[in-house]
């Protein structure tokens, strides 16, 4: 467990995957780069975006941070910034955010993650990406719930949508998974799956979620690679996806999981460049 920052408060909740990642899938077919912007999916109508068009800080309209340095539960080494241009900034139509090898508040890292003010239940969360490479980078297009719905525990009980996670020592692999309070790293059952990009690193990929009453699907350049059903039992502690999730997007430096072979010195800086965020509803018949 950890207490995740958000603003001044303080949410108890659990970073990512933590030290127990998704199955990994070497062999899986390659997903080829997404060259260009796809049209918008069929039966789903734009509700929200960000296209990164204004060079700066990102959109506080949009976006806030989360902030420290205390290893977010998971032993990483960055501290989080807020406002900073050399952790978060708008360039050439592109988020980037940073991690820089820096003393900061002792740690030896700096980063940013972004945590978007808008949340959602339902919709289809796009977001085109090229990530960072190297060992001990984890990038993160995740989401959690705004709200203490379920349970005692913010996390797991009221759940985790792993969007795209990827960890430097094992390159072009990326991970999508969901945590629920019956399923998750803890206890060793989260459901998820790996796909090989061979791109990740080189070349803008569309990483994506559907989710819908009852279907988690994730995609990589619409290609779909994951999905998670809702056995309609009412089991909050197996389904807990029907109250506002909002995005997360960071770069983590080591960790449980993203360090578990140790972070390379020789790497950084190291960038997450994001060519838009956007969000769809679907329409309804």
Known sequence: MLYRVTGCALVLALLLTGCDPAPQAPDAEETPPSSETPSPPAAWSLVWADEFNDAG?????????????????????????????????????????????????????????????????????????????????????????TNDTYGDDYWPDNGEIDIMEHVGYDPDIVHATVHTEAFNHMVGTQKGNATRVDSARTAFNVYAV????????????????????????????????????????????????????GVDPAIWPQELRIDYVRVYKREEP
Do not use: C
């Open 210 to 261: 559907e989710w819908t009453p009852g279907l988690i699907r994730a995609y990589v350049n619409d290609r779909q690679y994951f999905v998670f059903g809702n056995d309609h039992s009412g089991d909050w502690t197996k389904w807990p996806f029907d109250h506002p999730f909002h995005l997360l997007l960071n770069i983590a430096v080591g960790g449980a999981w993203g360090g578990a072979h």
């Open 57 to 145: 800080l990102p959109d506080s309209a949009k976006w806030t941070y989360d902030v420290g340095g205390h290893g977010w539960g998971n032993n990483e080494l960055q501290y989080y910034t807020e406002r900073r241009p050399e952790n978060a900034r708008v360039e050439d139509g592109h988020l980037v955010i940073t991690a820089r090898q820096e003393d900061w508040d002792d740690n030896d890292y700096t980063s940013a993650r972004l945590v978007s003010k808008q949340d959602w239940t339902y919709g289809r969360f796009e977001v085109r990406a090229q990530l960072p490479s190297g060992r001990g980078t984890w990038p993160a297009i995740w989401m959690l719930p």
